[in-house]
Nanobody
Framework: VQLQASGGGLVQTGGSLRLSCAAS????????MGWFRQAPEEEREFVAA????????IYADSMKGRFIISRDNAKSTVYLQMDNLKAEDTAIYYC??????????????????WGQGTLVTVSS
């Protein structure tokens, strides 16, 4: 399976971006999907996750109210709508599937594999 993240770019503080993560080669429709990010010289951190059906979502505290994760299983694509972006949101954003219990999806080590990330730069 290949995961291709896209939609990153340069945006000013307070702006918005919509990231996409398209899976190819094999369906991920039966897997939970997560977004993670990694800033320079920082560890990879959890952003948001969504169940296979899309019925449940979870967010890191700093993203609540600003980010929305969604998915379209027919297109094998997961999205991350990011609003009110801040300078500290600058990072490479990655998507990853997981088959682990919901209580563990915020841990990067639970990702089954990683795709190519997309760079988000928020200028202040």
């Amino acid at each position: 399976v290949q995961l291709q993240a896209s939609g990153g770019g340069l945006v000013q503080t307070g702006g918005s971006l919509r990231l996409s993560c398209a899976a190819s080669g094999r369906t991920v429709s039966r897997l939970g999907m997560g977004w993670f990010r990694q800033a320079p010289e920082e560890e990879r951190e959890f952003v948001a996750a969504i169940t296979a059906s899309g019925s449940s979502t979870i967010y890191a505290d700093s993203m609540k109210g600003r980010f929305i994760i969604s998915r379209d299983n027919a297109k094998s694509t997961v999205y991350l709508q990011m609003d009110n972006l801040k300078a500290e949101d600058t990072a490479i954003y990655y998507c990853a599937p997981t088959d682990k219990p919901w209580s563990l999806v915020d841990r990067p080590e639970t990702a089954l594999y990683w795709g190519q990330g997309t760079l988000v730069t928020v200028s202040s």
